[in-house]
């Protein structure tokens, strides 16, 4: 497993991750996200060893990355598909990753065809791949030392829709064999077919984590009127905490019912009325995160 443990990263003026713990399961894909800038990819950095924590740990099985004899064989790591050497072909850049690992050259060609590079493909220079080849091909490098935990920064970058459902596939079947996903997208859709669970992040600190259907069950509720910031005003003045979303809707944890009945009290008329359950990650990840995003409002 992948465990998380009161991770700080501070920069010159900047805490970029702030006292965050959470923790990855065996046989189950974590979904880990936030807002543009919310502190993921340097806590995926500190996972594996590239940004070295200012306090706390993150650990693997119990042991830092950096700690690991042979991590190829433990971990997969996919940050930036982009950050290959241009130079080199896709199979000049297995068999290098496979010699470093004392792997037999035959795997080369298994993940070759695992991630479905063509024979003309994997003899072109990097430089010369389409964004989804070098996803293809970061996916069979992180793949390449059968490890049971992988951390992958949004491996579906630059896939087609057939790309996507291949991804989606290898890592519910990755998970399914026991294996521990650690998965950081923006492609929120994505995200909730595959997750299990749910980790997000806002301005360094996690704001919510658990079991997808706990969280999507406790989303609270969706409303929407003619002038949503006097909605808002209205329910804090009734006691009741809520959030101005980026999308112009108002969050609450309360039911609907008692919603309505401020509403109808201050005068206010309403365009929408629900409950969020069943409403889909992008409301929920709308609700966690409105007073993080750079775009759209925040209250």
């Given at each position: 497993?992948?465990?998380?443990?009161?991770?700080?990263?501070?920069?010159?003026?900047?805490?970029?991750?702030?006292?965050?713990?959470?923790?990855?399961?065996?046989?189950?894909?974590?979904?880990?996200?936030?807002?543009?800038?919310?502190g993921?990819?340097?806590?995926?950095?500190?996972?594996v060893?590239?940004?070295?924590?200012?306090?706390?740990?993150?650990?693997?099985?119990g042991?830092?990355?950096?700690?690991?004899?042979?991590?190829?064989?433990?971990?997969?790591?996919?940050?930036?598909?982009?950050?290959?050497?241009?130079g080199?072909t896709?199979?000049?850049?297995?068999?290098i990753?496979?010699?470093?690992?004392?792997?037999p050259?035959?795997?080369?060609?298994?993940?070759?065809?695992?991630?479905?590079l063509?024979?003309?493909?994997?003899?072109?220079?990097?430089?010369?791949?389409?964004?989804?080849?070098r996803?293809?091909?970061?996916?069979?490098?992180?793949l390449?030392?059968?490890?049971?935990?992988?951390?992958?920064?949004?491996?579906?970058?630059?896939?087609?829709?057939?790309?996507?459902?291949?991804?989606?596939?290898?890592?519910?079947?990755?998970?399914?064999?026991?294996?521990?996903?650690?998965?950081?997208?923006?492609?929120?859709?994505?995200?909730?077919?595959?997750?299990?669970?749910?980790?997000?992040?806002?301005?360094?600190?996690?704001?919510?984590?658990?079991?997808?259907?706990?969280?999507?069950?406790?989303?609270?509720?969706?409303?929407r009127?003619?002038?949503?910031?006097?909605?808002?005003?209205?329910l804090?003045?009734?006691g009741?905490?809520?959030?101005?979303?980026?999308?112009g809707?108002?969050?609450?944890?309360?039911?609907?019912?008692?919603?309505g009945?401020?509403?109808?009290?201050?005068?206010?008329a309403?365009?929408?009325?629900?409950?969020?359950?069943?409403?889909?990650l992008?409301?929920?990840?709308?609700?966690?995160t409105?007073?993080?995003?750079?775009e759209?409002?925040a209250?």
């Open positions: 497993m992948i465990t998380v443990e009161s991770l700080t990263r501070r920069y010159a003026g900047l805490t970029a991750v702030d006292d965050i713990s959470f923790t990855a399961l065996p046989g189950r894909v974590t979904g880990f996200l936030g807002p543009n800038g919310a993921k990819s340097t806590t995926l950095r500190a996972v060893g590239l940004t070295v924590p200012t306090s706390g740990t993150a650990t693997i099985n042991e830092r990355f950096a700690d690991l004899p042979n991590p190829g064989l433990e971990v997969g790591v996919l940050l930036d598909a982009s950050a290959q050497h241009a080199r896709g199979r000049e850049i297995l068999t990753a496979a010699d470093t690992m004392g792997l050259r035959r795997r080369v060609d298994e993940m070759l065809e695992r991630v479905s063509t024979p003309d493909e994997a003899r072109r220079r990097v430089r010369h791949y389409s964004l989804g080849m996803q293809r091909l970061g996916i069979g490098t992180a390449l030392g059968e490890p049971r935990v992988l951390v992958l920064d949004e491996p579906a970058n630059g896939l087609d829709p057939a790309g996507i459902r291949w991804m989606r596939d290898l890592l519910t079947g990755f998970a399914a064999e026991g294996g521990t996903v650690l998965l950081s997208s923006h492609l929120l859709h994505e995200i909730e077919v595959v997750a299990d669970d749910l980790v997000v992040i806002g301005n360094g600190a996690i704001v919510a984590s658990g079991s997808k259907e706990e969280l999507l069950a406790a989303a609270g509720t969706i409303v009127s003619t002038s949503a910031r006097d909605l808002a005003h209205a804090e003045q009734a009741i905490p809520c959030t101005l979303a980026g999308d809707s108002v969050r609450t944890d309360v039911d609907p019912a008692r919603v009945s401020v509403a109808l009290a201050a005068g206010i309403l365009t929408e009325l629900r409950s969020a359950e069943g409403a889909g992008e409301d929920m990840f709308l609700s966690l409105a007073d993080t995003q750079r759209g409002a209250a």
